[in-house]
């Protein structure tokens, strides 16, 4: 496909290499040459203020083709079974919004690097996005308008398709509930419970520390059953921070720790998860990184961030520099649903120094502790929250990514019935 635009800048390169290459597979060129254009034979459109003649033309609303960041006026409005925004009035355009700049807004996170309210851990919070003020936020609303964009450009023959996909992933922020804390964190846990007067706790500790129970985090062997069972490729991220108030993982020292990051390793692909403490602290982020790498004995390039706590661009700026090359991190603590529109991978595009990065982005959709934490749910409405999600990114031929933690499948605790909703969950998911 040709492509006719005005000029050619960094944003609508990236936006149409997400949209026609990642996407829909469709090889495509740019020209500003209205006369190589008009004489081009293959399948073309336009995109610009006005169309050239009888093309196939989307008239832009204006925000790729310029460099500043600032508030932008939305518009949103109905548009097939969900929302448009950055409304266009033309006759000739294929679609009544600008498309592509909807998609770049949501993909890159615009709506990020302005002023908002953040929450107590600096989260950039749900409410404050435009889907979610919309109701999008359950869609894959950048992947729905893509198909109709595509659709309405008859690109069905050309379109390489796409199918869908189930990318499970764990958090391990403590690989012990009790075992493998050393003196002073047990003892002081003991005398915490025996002033509470929690006698069931101290009775279940002491327990699990005698070997006579199972310890409630450990979930490894039930984890390696179901990889093997559902034939799944899951991806690990393992906390390797010191201990502080937020980030209670075990010592990497300790060589039970490093005995289990080896196994896990043999089974999976295993990614660093930054500590609380190490948000956009470049030397402490390298020294976790290291210390995970030192263990695996290969490189770590994978990520996920503790909290879900980043802040664009530099969160992704100090991963960058320290080679990683995929991050898990896209998607909110507090609410189901997609965080960039997208079920599907994208680069980080930095507005700040308007290009596109190395770093590809993998936006998970649910996340375990979202749904009994944050929104209360019970198992069979947990369940079928997530059901909902599936279908929506089946519809559109993405990746689920499901976030859940080692914890929830001890099955302990608050915890009990969500190892047996999880198997239910790969038998439909896979």
């Known amino acids: 496909m040709l492509i006719l635009v005005p000029k050619i800048t960094n944003r609508l390169q990236y936006t149409l290499d997400f949209v026609f290459g990642t996407l829909l597979g469709v090889e495509f060129r740019l020209t500003t040459d209205s006369s190589k254009f008009r004489d081009f034979e293959g399948q073309k459109?336009?995109?610009?203020?006005?169309?050239?003649?009888?093309?196939?033309?989307?008239?832009?609303?204006?925000?790729?083709?310029?460099?500043?960041?600032?508030?932008?006026?939305?518009?949103?409005?109905?548009?097939?079974?969900?929302?448009?925004?950055?409304?266009?009035?033309?006759?000739?355009?294929?679609?009544?919004?600008?498309?592509?700049?909807?998609?770049?807004?949501?993909?890159?996170?615009?709506?990020?690097?302005?002023?908002?309210?953040?929450?107590?851990?600096?989260?950039?919070?749900?409410?404050?996005?435009c889907l979610y003020q919309m109701g999008m936020l359950a869609k894959p609303i950048v992947d729905i308008w893509v198909?109709?964009?595509?659709?309405?450009?008859?690109?069905?023959?050309?379109?390489?398709?796409?199918?869908?996909?189930?990318?499970?992933?764990?958090?391990?922020?403590?690989?012990?509930?009790?075992?493998?804390?050393?003196?002073?964190?047990?003892?002081?846990?003991?005398?915490?419970?025996?002033?509470?007067?929690?006698?069931?706790?101290?009775?279940?500790?002491?327990?699990?520390?005698?070997?006579?129970?199972?310890?409630?985090?450990?979930?490894?062997d039930f984890q390696f059953q179901l990889q093997e069972e559902f034939h799944l490729k899951p991806i690990y991220f393992i906390h390797c921070g010191d201990y502080d108030n937020n980030d209670k993982s075990i010592s990497i020292r300790k060589e039970a720790f490093k005995e289990l990051i080896k196994r896990i390793g043999d089974y999976a692909d295993v990614g660093i998860h930054p500590s609380f403490s190490s948000y956009l602290d470049p030397q402490r982020l390298q020294i976790e990184v290291n210390r995970l790498a030192s263990v695996l004995n290969r490189d770590v390039t994978k990520?996920?961030?503790?909290?879900?706590?980043?802040?664009?661009?530099?969160s992704y700026q100090r991963l960058i520099e320290l080679d990683i090359t995929d991050d898990y991190t896209m998607g909110y603590a507090s609410q189901v649903g997609f965080r960039a529109g997208t079920a599907s991978t994208f680069r980080f595009?930095?507005?700040?120094?308007?290009?596109?990065?190395?770093?590809?982005?993998?936006?998970?959709?649910?996340?375990?502790?979202?749904?009994?934490?944050?929104?209360?749910?019970?198992?069979?409405?947990?369940?079928?929250?997530?059901?909902?999600?599936?279908?929506?990114?089946?519809?559109?031929?993405g990746t689920f990514i499901y976030l859940t933690h080692n914890e929830t499948l001890g099955g302990q605790k608050r915890w009990v019935g969500w190892p047996e909703m999880y198997r239910k969950i790969l038998e439909n998911c896979r």
Do not use: C
């Not at 610009?48 to 083709?65: I, M, T, V």
């Not at 355009?93 to 107590?120: C, G």
């Not at 990520?303 to 530099?314: A, N, W």
């Open 45 to 129: 459109m336009s995109y610009g203020p006005n169309p050239l003649w009888d093309e196939p033309y989307l008239k832009s609303s204006g925000l790729l083709f310029e460099r500043d960041i600032y508030e932008q006026e939305l518009k949103p409005f109905d548009f097939m079974e969900v929302k448009g925004i950055f409304p266009v009035y033309s006759q000739r355009s294929v679609m009544p919004f600008d498309v592509l700049a909807a998609i770049f807004y949501l993909v890159t996170r615009y709506e990020e690097y302005l002023p908002q309210v953040r929450d107590q851990y600096g989260r950039f919070t749900p409410e404050s996005s």
């Open 147 to 220: 198909l109709e964009f595509a659709k309405r450009l008859h690109l069905d023959g050309v379109m390489k398709p796409r199918t869908y996909s189930f990318q499970p992933t764990y958090d391990v922020d403590a690989a012990w509930s009790y075992l493998h804390k050393g003196v002073y964190r047990t003892a002081g846990a003991f005398f915490r419970d025996l002033f509470a007067g929690d006698w069931n706790e101290i009775k279940h500790r002491n327990r699990v520390l005698f070997k006579h129970e199972r310890d409630p985090f450990d979930s490894f």
């Open 303 to 314: 990520s996920r961030q503790h909290f879900l706590r980043m802040t664009l661009p530099r």
């Open 349 to 397: 595009y930095d507005l700040e120094t308007d290009t596109v990065s190395p770093l590809k982005i993998h936006p998970f959709a649910v996340m375990d502790g979202t749904l009994k934490d944050y929104l209360n749910l019970s198992i069979s409405d947990s369940y079928n929250t997530i059901l909902k999600v599936v279908d929506e990114v089946r519809k559109v031929n």
